[in-house]
């Protein structure tokens, strides 16, 4: 689009009425068939898709120039994409494979760590995936925790993380096993060889900003959408997920990941039990319809390799119950009878397929230790 274009576009207002009208349209995913129709489950879908378009803002129009790149959260406490993980500190920063990058920062001692560049956008035609992927135990870090890694689309001596011509986003991801111990590292990014402060704004970024935030709202909402429309068909199983689907949609290359979908009468429970395997961390937890993490601020929705209790033999049972059952790895329902699950593998030598079972919460007195 001409730059004259977007000048009027943003004058007359078009472009503001697009983004709105294109806004409008991601309610059909709430209202497709499918999806539940309880008061909650209703009510938390547009919810969703408010925050969904608050986080747009900030990702296509706040923080969208790539020469003056800086870090902002894409998931947090109240802003939730396809079974974010309540353990995990997400930062991203808009880049692009014209330019070359420096991240720079402290390691922290947080469990795992690791940095990717992504094309694509959810919402949009282009291609989507990984371009590059680095994770903290291959980063040269100095003697005092410092480290600085470039962001090329060609080779650098060193930490190097690389980028493709078409590299849109940087994507850091730190996930704690205890938070109230650990600390996260300490980053910032800058653009090599800027000069000066970044160009004022300009009409055709908002246009373009604003029609990519509206995209993402619709992309991002249909996506996971269909997501839950499909694990539908298995109630109460977890299934292994393809990696070339998840690394589609920006996931860690690492994580190998079992989502399903849940459902339980007020009287059932639902065990999870699985035999961990090797791995740098794993975690179980439960989302609402809409691929959200329920809210962990309040309730234990979510067990990791540390949080988690063992049986003797060294396998896990996580019981989902509406109410306390007095027995370890509870994993509370916050109010919901429905939604979505999600356990992930990080760095995992197998992948043994998670075990799941209804029973009646009557029944869980009789459970083994």
Request: charged share 25%.
């Amino acid at each position: 689009m001409s730059r004259d274009s977007s000048i009027d576009r943003v004058n007359d207002g078009t472009a503001w009425e697009e983004f709105c009208d294109t806004l409008k349209s991601a309610g059909a995913v709430i209202q497709r068939e499918l999806s539940p129709t309880g008061e909650l489950d209703r009510a938390e879908g547009y919810r969703y898709l408010s925050r969904l378009a608050r986080l747009a803002l900030e990702k296509f129009v706040e923080h969208a120039d790539p020469t003056a790149p800086r870090f902002y959260q894409l998931s947090h406490e109240t802003g939730k994409i396809g079974c974010d993980n309540p353990d995990s500190y997400y930062q991203n920063a808009a880049i692009s494979g014209r330019y070359d990058y420096r991240v720079s920062g402290t390691r922290g001692t947080v469990a795992y760590f690791g940095m990717g560049t992504y094309y694509g956008n959810y919402g949009s035609k282009a291609r989507s995936g990984c371009s590059g992927y680095l994770e903290s135990k291959d980063i040269e870090v100095a003697a005092d925790g410092t480290f600085e890694v470039i962001l090329s689309c060609r080779e650098h001596p060193g930490n190097w993380l690389s980028m493709e011509p078409d590299t849109s986003m940087l994507i850091v991801r730190q996930n704690f096993l205890d938070r109230a111990s650990e600390k996260p590292a300490e980053l910032t990014i800058e653009r090599l060889a800027a000069e000066g402060p970044p160009e004022p704004l300009q009409a055709g970024a908002l246009d373009e900003g604003l029609a990519g935030a509206a995209s993402f709202v619709v992309g991002t909402a249909s996506l996971f959408g269909n997501w839950a429309e499909g694990f539908q068909k298995n109630p109460n199983e977890l299934t292994a997920l393809d990696p070339a689907i998840t690394g589609g949609a920006h996931g860690d290359p690492n994580i190998f990941y079992y989502m399903g979908y849940w459902e339980l009468a007020p009287d059932e429970a639902l065990l999870v039990e699985a035999d961990p395997p090797e791995c740098e961390y794993w975690n179980f937890q439960l989302n609402n319809y809409w691929l959200e993490s329920l809210d962990y601020r309040y309730h234990d929705i979510h067990y990791n390799k540390h949080t988690a209790a063992y049986r003797k033999d060294g396998s896990f049972r996580l019981i989902i119950a509406h109410e306390d059952p007095g027995l370890p790895n509870w994993v509370d329902t916050a109010s919901h009878s429905r939604g979505t699950m999600g356990l992930r593998w990080i760095k995992a030598s197998t992948h043994p397929q998670p075990r799941t079972r209804v029973i009646k919460t009557t029944e869980l007195v009789t459970l083994a230790d």
